[in-house]
């Protein structure tokens, strides 16, 4: 009898997954040129009201995210006719994240070639420094700086056409609490499936912006704000450095809290929000009177002029925004551009009145020079920025790991994944 050949990651479809506070995403794609993907399918699934197990980027509880990653990915496989998704990159953001400055030498006496398993050794002996130093932390993430080989600094990673004998690697570490990283991996095996690589969300968004606008914005220093549902996130870089990351634990959720203790439905404030609202009075063009109906517990209707919503918004803007806008300044001469993404990026007038309150250049990122012509619109939304750029990054590590064999889940997984699909198969 043939023996079955193991499978590898190359043959399967990229697949990027997306944990939000709001939703988690997942998306698979394929690439059909160099920096150019199709996207196959995307699933979502919504975070319920008191069975919430994301917040604010962090897992708070890893069997219920389990069963939601699971899900997810099973839907999808379903979606593009696979049998099976097993693996997906992910990308990673969140409260606590910090970053720190990290390298690793090599010296290896005469003139070698850079193969990817010394790159991948020198990668975890930084990752190691760091938590070695600090038991209570976790690195989430290592990004290259540069490379220096016999002293001269490199542009690009270097490869086996290359030989040095002595090799510096310089990464930016992003790491956060150990509980994140414990509780994701938990969920992962929870659902009989394997993180192929994980990236900081910072890189993927980046990455994206660099590739469709050219890496002279990193070059020449460029800022990301990335406003999400329950986090808001400033990320400074230039020429190889991360400057700055700093997250504030609030996002374009609590906007609609906010409007909600007026005396309406969050369901309804949401809907008023995207539908009507402003980022400040000054940019509201004719005002209205909206008519919505109250919370339940109240009744009736209640009226509000867009000018006073415009009013309201612009207030707890303030409130968010401010402490990044305060680091903004601290470096804004060293850059040019301010991309704006995130789900709650959409808000009318948010470009505008960031402008406001900056020197830089501001616009919001775009993605779209990397996906096919003919994908579906809503795929070209900011909130869907970070996946896209998952994708690429993703991409990028299939090409330095060839052949890479997946990650098999126990046999605990597996009979969770089994048990998981009675329960999917008959919904």
Excluded: W
């Amino acid at each position: 009898m043939a023996k079955r050949q193991p499978t590898t990651t190359d043959s399967l479809p990229l697949v990027a997954l997306d944990l939000g506070s709001d939703s988690v995403r997942a998306m698979a794609a394929r690439r059909i040129a160099p920096d150019l993907f199709q996207i196959l399918g995307v699933e979502e699934r919504p975070q319920k009201l008191g069975n919430v197990c994301v917040e604010q980027g962090i897992i708070t509880q890893s069997s219920n995210a389990g069963y939601v990653i699971a899900e997810v990915l099973k839907l999808l496989a379903n979606r593009i006719g696979v049998s099976e998704l097993p693996t997906a990159f992910l990308s990673l953001g969140g409260q606590s994240m910090q970053i720190v400055a990290v390298h690793s030498r090599r010296d290896q006496a005469r003139k070698k070639e850079i193969s990817q398993a010394l790159l991948d050794e020198m990668e975890q002996e930084c990752k190691e420094k760091i938590e070695l130093r600090n038991p209570d932390v976790a690195v989430l993430g290592l990004v290259p700086s540069y490379f220096s080989l016999d002293g001269v600094e490199q542009d690009e990673v270097p490869g086996p056409e290359q030989r040095a004998a002595l090799i510096e690697a310089h990464y930016i570490a992003f790491y956060g609490r150990k509980a994140i990283d414990t509780q994701l991996q938990k969920s992962f095996s929870q659902a009989g499936r394997s993180i192929e690589h994980a990236f900081v969300r910072p890189e993927a968004l980046l990455s994206a912006f660099a590739t469709c606008d050219g890496n002279h914005v990193l070059m020449n220093g460029c800022a990301v704000l990335d406003f999400g549902a329950q986090t808001t996130s400033l990320t400074v870089y230039k020429g190889g450095q991360y400057l700055l990351n700093k997250v504030v634990p609030k996002g374009g959720y609590h906007i609609s809290r906010m409007l909600e203790q007026q005396g309406m439905s969050f369901a309804t404030a949401e809907v008023l929000k995207k539908k009507y609202g402003c980022a400040s009075p000054e940019l509201v063009t004719k005002n209205v009177r909206l008519r919505v109906p109250a919370s339940p517990e109240i009744g009736g209707e209640m009226v509000i002029a867009s000018y006073e919503l415009a009013e309201a918004i612009e207030l707890k803007l303030q409130e968010i925004l401010a402490p990044l806008f305060e680091e903004l300044k601290k470096v804004e001469a060293r850059i040019q551009t301010l991309y704006i993404t995130g789900g709650a990026s959409m808000l009318a007038g948010l470009a505008e009145y960031i402008q406001s309150q900056t020197a830089v250049r501001v616009q919001y990122g775009a993605h779209n020079l990397l996906l096919h012509r003919d994908t579906e619109e809503k795929y070209l939304s900011p909130e869907y920025t970070s996946l896209v750029g998952t994708i690429l990054l993703g991409q990028d590590y299939r090409d330095s790991h060839k052949n890479q064999l997946v990650r098999k889940p126990g046999f605990f997984d597996r009979v969770k994944e089994s048990t998981l699909d009675m329960f999917i198969d008959q919904q």
